[in-house]
């Protein structure tokens, strides 16, 4: 059972004025086929960091990336731009956040859904493609999709918006899809909606899923598997269930701790833990968490390597035996 992406030893630099930004230091991590992984981490981790470097998009002041990301037999960080674009265009899909980053205002629906199909299906003609494009719309919960196919993007609603972004993803048939906080600006009812959509048309479809969230609680509803980042670290990782059940790192358990119920307190999304991130321009040894640890010991200050928790779940803690 070999996995889809292994992805090792990946780092990621960013120049800034302030100087260099250590936005990932030596992840490591296996996305299996056909698995739903969630990333989960404070703002700043490096969540976005991460599946951007997975589609070959970090942003042009990236001043050092090594480390590898195997994918298809392929390193993905030694392609060239255009083998790059056409593994976006066939074999990794991603949905944003903001749905308007990745519709264009001035075309038509019909128009965007039938160019991100060219690509993975060359050899169909643009009513075939649109055909294709209506079925996906209904699948996703578009009504009188042959319609909307001449509606512009400011027609529909926000959540809508993020439907036909899944939509126009999932026309590539791609092996791996992206999902970069897709509900965070969505509101808690057409979030859960969205979140049992992508559920149900992963058993559908045959890729896997990266889901990066905020919040635990999305995670374990959609997830088989999670990393949790801390500064540019995956700190743990492994299945949901043994996640939740034995989380080993002070930062997965503090996550926990934190995680408000939002039918609890609507709006609410953000985890708080006392004390912010370490500084990613100059990294401090050791532990990378011991600055806020409530359980830090004098073996903090060096750092800690993966440690094994329980079969494929891992925590870089040396408070695991
Ligand atoms: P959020 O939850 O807010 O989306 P994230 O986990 O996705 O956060 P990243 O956006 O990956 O975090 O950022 C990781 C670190 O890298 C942060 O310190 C961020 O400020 C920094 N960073 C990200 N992009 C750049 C850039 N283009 N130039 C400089 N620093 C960057
Ligand atoms: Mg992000």
Same mark, same amino acid.
């Given at each position: 059972d070999t996995s889809l992406v292994e992805i090792r030893g990946l780092n990621v630099d960013f120049a800034t004025d302030n100087g260099t930004v250590h936005a990932l230091r030596d992840v490591s991590l296996s996305i299996g086929r056909h698995s739903v992984i969630g990333l989960v981490g404070e703002s700043g981790s490096g969540k976005s960091t991460l599946a951007l470097a997975l589609l070959g998009l970090l942003p042009d002041n990236t001043q050092r990336i090594s480390g590898e990301i195997a994918f298809g037999g392929k390193n993905l960080l030694a392609l060239d731009p255009g083998e790059l674009r056409r593994l976006r265009g066939t074999r990794i899909a991603m949905i944003f956040q903001d749905p308007m980053t990745a519709l264009n205002p001035v075309f038509t629906l019909g128009t965007q859904l039938v160019d991100a199909q060219r690509s993975r299906h060359p050899e169909l003609g643009r009513r075939e493609l649109l055909a294709r494009a209506a079925r996906m719309l209904a699948r996703v919960g578009i009504s009188d999709p042959e319609k909307r196919l001449w509606a512009y993007p400011h027609q529909f609603s926000g959540g809508m918006r993020q439907r036909v972004m899944i939509a126009m993803a999932l026309l590539c048939e791609p092996d791996i899809l992206i999902a970069d906080e897709p509900t965070t600006a969505l509101d808690v009812t057409i979030e859960a909606q969205i979140v049992r959509l992508l559920k149900e048309l992963h058993a559908e479809f045959h890729g896997s899923i990266v889901f990066v969230s905020h919040s635990l609680g999305l995670i374990s509803e959609i997830c088989d598997e999670v990393a949790v980042m801390y500064a540019g670290k995956i700190v743990e990782s492994g299945p949901v269930g043994s996640l939740f059940s034995r989380p080993s790192h002070p930062y997965t358990q503090a996550l926990l701790a934190c995680e408000i119920d939002p039918a609890d307190a609507p709006g609410e999304r953000l985890v708080t833990i006392p004390g912010g991130l370490p500084d990613l321009v100059n990294v401090p040894s050791g532990c990378i968490f011991a600055d806020r !640890?409530?359980?830090?010991?004098?073996? !903090?200050?060096e750092e800690p390597p993966p440690r094994p928790v329980a079969p494929g779940h891992a925590a870089a803690c040396w408070l695991v035996p």
């Open positions: !640890c409530p359980s830090r010991f004098a073996k !903090c200050g």
